[in-house]
T-cell receptor, first 118, second 116 residues
């Protein structure tokens, strides 16, 4: 079974600074998808960024970028120029590539609570 | 375009009472998911529907939980009877259903259940 581990329960960052959230995962598959989701206090999960494991290039979305290390099974999220609105829970998630029972299931980590200090 | 709609947002009940949650997915989304999110945890899948068919309900506690998706659109998740340990947030999500990386799951705001 796949597992996702986020070892940082809480992180804080000064406004306008950069912060990196860590995520490791375990899978026997060679192809899969990885995601970072943001969950503000409103509880609505919002997709921040996605990475296809077969792509070597790290994904980037504006101020958000990932460092994907497939061999190490590591998938960290870097937030640059942090803003007050970035404060939220951040969840790392894994999904298998191929169809079949459970393939569309997102496996989430326990999350990292990010605080942004003005 | 409206997102995933869930109701109620909050529900407080006594243990052993029944409770139901409703979800309306994004129009045109064939796949619907119910997730359970305990405090301090990430969401865990309870059941996945492809249209009106439950194609993955392996993690749904069938002794007290049931779900339906009539006509392949709206869905209802029911707990009967509720237990103290059922206190959690119940999230609904939907996606087009193509299965690729671009098949993004869109989440609703969830229902926070408190069982007293």
């Amino acid at each position: 079974a796949q597992t996702v581990t986020q070892s940082q329960p809480e992180m804080s960052v000064q406004e306008a600074e950069t912060v990196t959230l860590s995520c490791t995962y375990d899978t026997s598959e060679s192809d899969y998808y990885l995601f970072w989701y943001k969950q503000p206090p409103s509880r609505q999960m919002i997709l921040v960024i996605r990475q296809e494991a077969y792509k070597q290039q790290n994904a980037t979305e504006n101020r958000f970028s990932v460092n994907f290390q497939k061999a190490a099974k590591s998938f960290s999220l870097k937030i640059s120029d942090s803003q007050l609105g970035d404060a939220a829970m951040y969840f790392c998630a894994y999904r298998a590539l191929y169809s079949g029972a459970g393939s569309y299931q997102l496996t989430f980590g326990k999350g990292t609570k990010l605080s942004v200090i003005p | 375009e409206a997102g995933v709609v869930q109701s109620p947002r909050y529900k407080i009940i006594e243990k052993k009472q029944p409770v139901a949650f409703w979800c309306n997915p994004i129009s045109g989304h064939n796949t619907l998911y119910w997730y359970l999110q305990n405090l301090g945890q990430g969401p865990e899948l309870l059941i996945r529907y492809e249209n009106e068919e439950a194609v993955d309900d392996s993690q749904l506690p069938k002794d007290r939980f049931s779900a339906e998706r009539l006509k392949g659109v709206d869905s209802t998740l029911k707990i009967q009877p509720a237990e103290l340990g059922d206190s959690a947030v119940y999230l609904c999500a939907s996606s087009l259903g193509s299965g690729g990386a671009r098949d993004e799951q869109f989440f609703g705001p969830g229902t926070r259940l408190t069982v007293l």
